[in-house]
């Protein structure tokens, strides 16, 4: 099992800046991919960012150059450092930590955290 604490949502105006942190916890030598994922009101949730264990980056189109995910396998922790924000990127903010598929490949999530960008 996986465990997953996501951070630092909150309310910002359009064009600042917001930092999520997602800390895992339990079998996270099994984690390969964590990410972050979204869902705003009445939509279904969407693909953000993800990073590999490696280093390896993927973007959503609507985030690139705007969003940076990073991540500290020290810590086991993983980082959206959200600049620029509109008021689309409006949502629940969710963790994802993905194992390696020789050790399952389960998904699991965080509690999600919400961030507000008012225009």
């Known amino acids: 099992q996986v465990q997953l604490v996501a951070s630092g949502g909150g309310l910002v105006q359009a064009g600042g800046s917001l930092r999520l942190s997602c800390a895992a916890s339990?079998?996270?030598?099994?984690?390969?991919?964590m990410g972050w994922y979204r869902q705003a009101p009445g939509k279904q949730r969407e693909f953000v960012a993800t990073?590999?264990?490696?280093?390896?980056?993927n973007y959503a189109d609507s985030v690139k150059g705007r969003f940076t995910i990073s991540r500290d396998n020290a810590k086991n922790t993983v980082y959206l450092q959200m600049n620029s924000l509109k008021p689309e990127d409006t949502a629940i903010y969710y963790c994802?930590?993905?194992?390696?598929?020789?050790?399952?490949?389960?998904?699991?999530w965080g509690q999600g955290t919400q961030v507000t960008v008012s225009s």
């Open positions: 994802n930590a993905r194992l390696y598929a020789g050790l399952g490949g389960d998904d699991y």
């Open positions: 339990g079998r996270t030598f099994a984690i390969n991919a």
């Open positions: 990073i590999e264990r490696g280093g390896s980056t």
